[in-house]
């Protein structure tokens, strides 16, 4: 059974970090590239970042550029979303999705999607 689960999320304060996990079961992430997606109340879901498969060429959202890091680690067949500086209107919940080889910015190009996990910025 193909699944992406997302930890990692929860409370933290304007200006803290915190890191997302996305690992897979029942396939190998090393050749599927990887987004992060991100769902605010009342807002529609939007694109975080995304790191392709083999050359791992990654991209960013403007307003997320120089904060995050996206990364993957073959070996534990996992990806990473590392947020530093985060802002209250980063307070979203974040989905992993996966599709092959190459990025794509439209939702409906990713055919595998975790359950979620809520990132909350607030004093």
């Known amino acids: 059974q193909v699944q992406l689960v997302e930890s990692g999320g929860g409370l933290v304060q304007p200006g803290g970090s915190l890191r997302l996990s996305c690992a897979a079961s029942?396939?190998?992430?090393?050749?599927?590239?990887i987004a992060w997606f991100r769902q605010a109340p009342g807002k529609e879901r939007e694109g975080v970042a995304c790191?392709?498969?083999?050359?791992?060429?990654?991209y960013y959202a403007d307003a997320v550029k120089g904060r995050f890091t996206i990364s993957r680690d073959n070996a534990k067949n996992a990806v990473y979303l590392q947020m530093n500086s985060l802002k209250p209107e980063d307070t979203a919940v974040y989905y992993c999705?996966?599709?092959?080889?190459?990025?794509?910015?439209?939702?409906?190009?990713?055919?595998?999607w975790g359950q979620g996990t809520q990132v909350t910025v607030s004093s």
């Open positions: 999705a996966a599709r092959g080889y190459i990025c794509s910015g439209l939702i409906s190009d990713y055919g595998a």
């Open positions: 029942g396939f190998t992430l090393a050749y599927f590239a």
């Open positions: 790191i392709s498969s083999s050359d791992r060429i990654t």
